[in-house]
């Protein structure tokens, strides 16, 4: 089992930056995919950024592409997602996950198919 825990969520003005973290415990975390997905109200989860396990680079939603940068400390059994200049449109609960076996990236875009996931951190940027 992986319990994986977000924070680093809140308010912020377009324009602005927040930095999310997810910490992780249970198992190897190091060999787990890790992704961040956002869910905004009445709207269907969707990945956000998924690191790659093969050091290929990650791959990132159009949307939010040039903006966020999705990254992780082993040591510290914790990925990031480093949000700079915030659109409104990214208002949205964003969600850790993690899924084993990592497979490979074009298999690890959707949300099915990630076993563990955080309880979501709200992130709200106002016009």
């Known amino acids: 089992q992986v319990q994986l825990v977000e924070s680093g969520g809140g308010l912020v003005q377009a324009g602005g930056s927040l930095r999310l973290s997810c910490t992780a415990s249970?198992?190897?975390?190091?060999?787990?995919?890790m992704a961040w997905f956002r869910q905004a109200p009445g709207k269907e989860r969707e990945s956000v950024a998924v690191?790659?396990?093969?050091?290929?680079?990650?791959y990132y939603a159009d949307s939010v592409k040039g903006r966020f940068t999705i990254s992780r400390d082993n040591a510290k059994n914790t990925v990031y997602l480093q949000m700079n200049s915030l659109k409104p449109e990214d208002t949205a609960v964003y969600y850790c996950?993690?899924?084993?076996?990592?497979?490979?990236?074009?298999?690890?875009?959707?949300?099915?198919?990630?076993?563990?996931w955080g309880q979501g951190t709200q992130v709200t940027v106002s016009s």
């Open positions: 690191l790659s396990v093969s050091g290929a680079a990650p």
């Open positions: 249970g198992r190897t975390f190091s060999s787990y995919r």
């Open positions: 996950a993690a899924r084993w076996p990592p497979g490979i990236l074009a298999q690890a875009m959707g949300a099915q198919g990630y076993d563990y």
